[in-house]
C-alpha cells in the first residue's frame, strides 16, 4: 500500500483552496423594495407592515396581519413567521423587533440581520430586507453576512463549488445609498475579517498547518494599502532566542512560524496597540497528550491568531486611522519523538526562563515569545493577547463570556466596552499576587502550571503577563469556551466563531493610550 506524506495530502486538497468567503452570499442595497422572491419585514407592531414594506398591497397587507393575529404573534426578538406563495412573493417573512424596531441598537440589528440570514437560507430566490426606518441598515447588513456564512468546501456538490453562485440578499428601502456607503467603508471589511478568521478555524489540520496559516495571511493582505507582512521561520526564530515556541513545535513535522502583520492607517499614532494570538494548528498535547474524545476540535487552537489577523483585516481594508500590530505564534503540538518533555527547561525571546511540567500548557508558552517579542520591537501603547488558552475558563464561564484578565483597570474598561458593543462578551477574572508564588520554580524563571490546585485560567494569565512590561499596559483574553459552538448562536452559526475580530475591531477604532494605562485596583 502507498501512503502519502502530510504535504502530499494537503497538495490533494489545493485546488480547493479558495476561501468560501469568496463565494459569501452577495450584499445588495437598493432603494426599490423587491415585488417578488422573498421578502423579510421585520415589525415591532402591526403599523410596522406599512412603514417597511409599503409597496405591499392593501389585501397581501391584510392577509399578513390576518395569519398575525391568528398565530398571536408577540413581535419580540427571534420570533417570525413566514407566509408563502402571498402577493407575488414566494414567502413573506416577519421578524419580531420588539420593543421598538426604529431604535434598535447597532448589536440588535446585527442579530437581526443574521436571523434574516438564518430564515432565508434555503430560499432559491433572491430575498430582500425591507429596511426603511431601521437606524443603520448597514449593520443589518454586516448580521446577514455573518448568519449566512457556511464552510462547505469539501462537501461535494456544494454551494462553494465554481458552478454554484449564491443567490443575492437585498437591503432594500430609504436611505440605500447612505447604508451603500457606510457597508464600503466598514461594514463589507469586518465581515470579510470575520469569515478570514472562521475560514481558518475551519479547515481541516491535515490542510491548514503553520505554513499554511501563514500562506493565508500573506494572499489575503496582499494588496491591503498600508499593511506589511513578516513570516519568521525556524532559523529567524532561533536567532532571536525563540526557545519557547520551538520548544512547542519541535516535535512536529510541520516546522512553526511567526506572523507578523503591521498596518498604519491614514493620521495614526506612532505606537500601536499589539495583540498577540495563539495559533496552535492542532493541539494534541504533546507528550502530556489528550484524552481522545472531541480532540478533533484542537484543529480550531489557533483561533486567537485567527482572530488577531481578521481584525487587522478589518482595519487595514476599511482604511481605519490607527496603527496595530498582529503577532501570530504558530505551531503543532505534537507527541514526536523530538517532542518537548515535561520537566524541560526552555529560554524566551526576552531571555526568561520556563520550567515546562505540562506540554499541554503549550499555548502560555508561544505566546511568551511573541508577547515579548511585540514588547521589545514594537514599544506598544498595549498588549492584548487572545488565545483558546484553558478549559477552565469554559468551566467558569460557560460559552456566553470569554475571560479577561488585566493589570491596567484603563485599558480593561476599553475591552469590556467593546464587547458590550459588539456582543462578544467578556468577565474579567482576578489577577490576583498570590499566583506569582504558585508558579514559583526551583530552577527556572517561571513555571508554566501551578502544582497545587489552583485558578487554572488565572494562572495562565499570569504566566503570560510576566512576559510583558509591568508598565505597558496589558490584557489577556482567554475565549476557550466561545471559540467554537455546537449550535448556532446569536451572531454566527455553529462552529467556529471567529469571536474576538468584532471586539479588537472595535477595541482598536476607539483605543485611548492614556487611559489604558490607569493601574487596576488593588487585589487585582
Same mark, same amino acid.
Not at 442595497?29 to 421585520?42: D, M, N, Q, R, W
Not at 462547505?152 to 451603500?180: C, H, M, N, W
Not at 511567526?258 to 498596518?263: A, D, P, S
Given at each position: 500500500?502507498?501512503?502519502?506524506?502530510?504535504?502530499?495530502?494537503?497538495?490533494?486538497?489545493?485546488?480547493?483552496?479558495?476561501?468560501?468567503?469568496?463565494?459569501?452570499?452577495? %450584499?445588495?442595497?437598493?432603494?426599490?423594495?423587491?415585488? $417578488?422572491?422573498?421578502?423579510? !419585514?421585520?415589525?415591532?407592531?402591526?403599523? +410596522?407592515?406599512?412603514?417597511?414594506?409599503?409597496?405591499?398591497?392593501?389585501?397581501?397587507?391584510?392577509? &399578513?396581519?390576518?395569519?398575525?393575529?391568528?398565530?398571536?404573534?408577540?413581535?419580540?426578538?427571534?420570533?417570525?413567521?413566514?407566509?408563502?406563495?402571498?402577493?407575488?412573493?414566494?414567502?413573506? !417573512?416577519?421578524?419580531?423587533?420588539?420593543?421598538?424596531?426604529?431604535?434598535?441598537?447597532?448589536?440588535?440589528?446585527?442579530?437581526?440581520?443574521?436571523?434574516?440570514?438564518?430564515?432565508?437560507?434555503?430560499?432559491?430566490?433572491?430575498?430582500?430586507?425591507?429596511?426603511?426606518?431601521?437606524?443603520?441598515?448597514?449593520?443589518?447588513?454586516?448580521?446577514?453576512?455573518?448568519?449566512?456564512?457556511?464552510?462547505?468546501?469539501?462537501?461535494?456538490?456544494?454551494?462553494?463549488?465554481?458552478?454554484?453562485?449564491?443567490?443575492?440578499?437585498? =437591503?432594500?428601502? $430609504?436611505?440605500?445609498?447612505?447604508?451603500?456607503?457606510?457597508?464600503?467603508?466598514?461594514?463589507?471589511?469586518?465581515? #470579510?475579517?470575520?469569515?478570514?478568521?472562521?475560514?481558518?478555524?475551519?479547515?481541516?489540520?491535515?490542510?491548514?498547518?503553520?505554513?499554511?496559516?501563514?500562506?493565508?495571511?500573506?494572499?489575503?493582505?496582499?494588496?491591503?494599502?498600508?499593511?506589511?507582512? #513578516? !513570516?519568521?521561520?525556524?532559523?529567524?526564530? #532561533?536567532?532571536?532566542?525563540?526557545?519557547? =515556541?520551538?520548544?512547542?513545535?519541535?516535535?512536529?513535522?510541520?516546522?512553526?512560524?511567526?506572523?507578523?502583520?503591521?498596518?498604519?492607517?491614514?493620521?495614526?499614532?506612532?505606537?500601536?496597540?499589539?495583540?498577540?494570538?495563539?495559533?496552535?494548528?492542532?493541539?494534541?498535547?504533546?507528550?502530556?497528550?489528550?484524552?481522545?474524545?472531541?480532540?478533533?476540535?484542537?484543529?480550531?487552537?489557533?483561533?486567537?491568531?485567527?482572530?488577531?489577523?481578521?481584525?487587522?483585516?478589518?482595519?487595514?481594508?476599511?482604511?481605519?486611522?490607527?496603527?496595530?500590530?498582529? &503577532?501570530?505564534?504558530?505551531?503543532?503540538?505534537?507527541?514526536?519523538?523530538?517532542?518537548?518533555?515535561?520537566?524541560?527547561?526552555?529560554?524566551?525571546?526576552?531571555?526568561?526562563?520556563?520550567?515546562?511540567?505540562?506540554?499541554?500548557?503549550?499555548?502560555?508558552?508561544? *505566546?511568551?515569545?511573541?508577547?515579548?517579542?511585540?514588547?521589545?520591537?514594537?514599544?506598544?501603547?498595549?498588549?492584548?493577547?487572545?488565545?483558546?488558552?484553558?478549559?477552565?475558563?469554559?468551566?467558569?464561564?460557560?460559552?456566553?463570556?470569554?475571560?479577561?484578565?488585566?493589570?491596567? /483597570?484603563?485599558?480593561?474598561?476599553?475591552?469590556?466596552?467593546?464587547?458590550?458593543?459588539?456582543?462578544?462578551?467578556?468577565?474579567?477574572?482576578?489577577?490576583?499576587?498570590?499566583?506569582?508564588? /504558585?508558579? +514559583?520554580?526551583? !530552577?527556572?524563571?517561571?513555571?508554566?502550571?501551578?502544582?497545587?490546585?489552583?485558578?487554572?485560567?488565572?494562572?495562565?494569565?499570569?504566566?503570560?503577563?510576566?512576559?510583558?512590561?509591568?508598565?505597558?499596559?496589558?490584557?489577556?483574553? +482567554? %475565549?476557550?469556551?466561545?471559540?467554537?459552538?455546537?449550535?448556532?448562536?446569536? *451572531?454566527?452559526?455553529?462552529?467556529?466563531?471567529?469571536?474576538?475580530?468584532?471586539?479588537?475591531?472595535?477595541?482598536?477604532?476607539?483605543?485611548?493610550?492614556?487611559?489604558?494605562?490607569?493601574?487596576?485596583?488593588?487585589? +487585582?
Amino acid at each position: 500500500m502507498r501512503f502519502l506524506t502530510a504535504a502530499a495530502v494537503a497538495a490533494l486538497f489545493a485546488t480547493a483552496a479558495l476561501p468560501p468567503t469568496a463565494q459569501a452570499r452577495p %450584499i445588495r442595497f437598493s432603494a426599490e423594495i423587491p415585488t $417578488s422572491g422573498v421578502l423579510v !419585514v421585520p415589525a415591532a407592531g402591526e403599523t +410596522d407592515l406599512a412603514l417597511r414594506a409599503p409597496g405591499l398591497d392593501a389585501t397581501t397587507r391584510a392577509a &399578513v396581519s390576518r395569519g398575525l393575529a391568528a398565530a398571536k404573534f408577540d413581535y419580540k426578538a427571534g420570533s417570525s413567521l413566514t407566509f408563502r406563495s402571498l402577493g407575488g412573493y414566494d414567502e413573506i !417573512v416577519v421578524l419580531g423587533a420588539a420593543p421598538a424596531a426604529g431604535q434598535l441598537s447597532a448589536l440588535e440589528l446585527r442579530k437581526l440581520g443574521v436571523a434574516a440570514a438564518r430564515t432565508t437560507a434555503q430560499a432559491s430566490s433572491p430575498a430582500a430586507l425591507a429596511s426603511t426606518g431601521l437606524p443603520a441598515p448597514d449593520e443589518a447588513a454586516l448580521g446577514v453576512a455573518l448568519g449566512a456564512y457556511a464552510f462547505d468546501l469539501y462537501k461535494s456538490g456544494s454551494r462553494s463549488e465554481a458552478s454554484a453562485q449564491p443567490t443575492p440578499f437585498v =437591503i432594500a428601502g $430609504s436611505g440605500a445609498t447612505a447604508a451603500q456607503a457606510a457597508w464600503s467603508r466598514r461594514g463589507g471589511a469586518l465581515a #470579510e475579517g470575520v469569515g478570514f478568521a472562521r475560514d481558518l478555524i475551519a479547515e481541516p489540520p491535515n490542510v491548514l498547518y503553520p505554513e499554511v496559516f501563514a500562506e493565508r495571511t500573506r494572499a489575503a493582505f496582499k494588496g491591503v494599502s498600508g499593511t506589511t507582512v #513578516e !513570516v519568521l521561520d525556524v532559523a529567524a526564530m #532561533e536567532k532571536l532566542g525563540m526557545g519557547a =515556541i520551538l520548544s512547542v513545535g519541535q516535535g512536529s513535522v510541520r516546522p512553526p512560524r511567526m506572523v507578523i502583520v503591521t498596518y498604519k492607517g491614514p493620521g495614526a499614532p506612532d505606537r500601536p496597540l499589539a495583540i498577540t494570538g495563539k495559533g496552535i494548528t492542532f493541539d494534541t498535547g504533546g507528550i502530556s497528550i489528550k484524552p481522545g474524545a472531541n480532540m478533533w476540535k484542537m484543529k480550531g487552537d489557533m483561533a486567537g491568531a485567527a482572530a488577531a489577523m481578521g481584525a487587522v483585516l478589518s482595519l487595514a481594508k476599511s482604511n481605519a486611522p490607527v496603527h496595530v500590530v498582529a &503577532v501570530a505564534a504558530l505551531a503543532e503540538n505534537m507527541p514526536g519523538g523530538s517532542a518537548a518533555r515535561p520537566g524541560d527547561v526552555v529560554r524566551a525571546h526576552n531571555g526568561r526562563t520556563i520550567e515546562r511540567l505540562n506540554t499541554d500548557a503549550e499555548g502560555r508558552i508561544v *505566546l511568551a515569545d511573541a508577547t515579548a517579542y511585540a514588547q521589545s520591537r514594537f514599544k506598544p501603547a498595549a498588549i492584548v493577547n487572545v488565545a483558546t488558552l484553558t478549559g477552565a475558563v469554559g468551566s467558569a464561564l460557560g460559552d456566553e463570556y470569554a475571560g479577561l484578565f488585566s493589570r491596567h /483597570d484603563g485599558l480593561a474598561a476599553q475591552v469590556e466596552a467593546a464587547a458590550n458593543a459588539t456582543g462578544e462578551s467578556v468577565w474579567r477574572l482576578p489577577m490576583h499576587p498570590s499566583y506569582a508564588k /504558585d508558579v +514559583d520554580s526551583p !530552577v527556572a524563571d517561571i513555571r508554566d502550571i501551578s502544582l497545587a490546585p489552583s485558578a487554572g485560567a488565572g494562572i495562565g494569565a499570569h504566566v503570560i503577563g510576566y512576559f510583558a512590561d509591568p508598565t505597558t499596559p496589558w490584557a489577556h483574553l +482567554d %475565549i476557550a469556551g466561545v471559540s467554537w459552538a455546537d449550535s448556532d448562536r446569536p *451572531l454566527g452559526p455553529k462552529g467556529g466563531q471567529g469571536f474576538g475580530v468584532m471586539l479588537l475591531d472595535e477595541l482598536a477604532r476607539n483605543f485611548d493610550s492614556t487611559r489604558a494605562a490607569e493601574p487596576a485596583r488593588a487585589g +487585582d
